[in-house]
């Protein structure tokens, strides 16, 4: 069986706070685009992941479920083809685990609905259950640290463009100088000026691909990917080109609607 496993991008990101667990405490808008990762999974004996990585989410998120439906005998092999770049804010890998999620549901027929499939989802990782749901409903308001999740009953047709500068940035990292820097009013991502702070490269991104006409830049997450707004899928294929001139990687997506 192969499922594609959608990236996202946050529209809007606000830290309200640190909670009690040590997690920050969070809104925000998570729109899912078509870039996306391939998984391909086969009835097996155990459970594997050909990503080879200890702390894969594939394999944490098929032990959850495994866990939850009490058949601990079930198996399957996991084979990712990866496309979303990591550690870049697109929730590469939260995707792969909501693709497992929802695709393990069906290969197992364990008959879960896509809301408890999400609230398993929060077990494996912080964005997991934004993206199950995405996957049924597109964007989605997450909050709390990522459990509380709701279909925004939005449609979006936008088209954007995707610039990453290569570096990897470490979410804890980033929220560990957001603490120490506090709230500033002048991004609609709270994470992007610690973000910057750290590694600089995202700033000169950012004003590049606003120079080269895309609109409203934003970076993504914890960073290091930024996006921008483009008229048409034309006019963002232009703007990709005039990024990898720059020797970066860059995409033209659309968000993705179910
Ligand atoms: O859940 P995830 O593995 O993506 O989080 C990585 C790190 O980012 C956490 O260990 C924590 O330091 C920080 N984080 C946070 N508040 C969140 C999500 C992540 O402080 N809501």
Known sequence: MQIRAFAKVN??????????????????????ITLSDTLTLEP?????????????LCLKAAHVLRAAIGRPQRGVRICVQ??????????????????????????WQCGLSPEELATLGARVGSDVPALVLARFYG??????????????????RHHLVLVNPGVFCSTAEVFRLFSQQGKSASSQNDLE???????????????????????DVLMSGSGSTVFGFAE???????LVVKMKQRGWDAWAVETYQP
């Open 11 to 32: 529209y809007t990101l606000e830290v309200l706070g640190k909670r009690d667990d040590g997690y920050h405490a969070l809104r925000s808008i998570v729109v899912p």
């Open 44 to 56: 097996a004996e155990d459970l594997s992941c050909d990503t080879g990585y200890a702390d894969d």
């Open 82 to 107: 990866k496309n979303i770049p990591v550690g870049g804010g697109l929730g590469g890998g939260s995707a792969d685990a909501a693709a497992t999620l929802v695709a393990l549901n069906e290969l």
């Open 139 to 156: 964007p989605i308001l997450m909050e709390g640290r990522g459990e509380r999740v709701a279909p925004l009953n939005e449609v979006y």
């Open 193 to 215: 000026p610690p973000a910057i702070s750290l590694y600089p490269i995202i700033g000169d991104v950012k004003q590049a691909l606003t120079a080269a006409g895309a609109r």
């Open 232 to 238: 048409d899928a034309e006019t963002a294929q232009n």
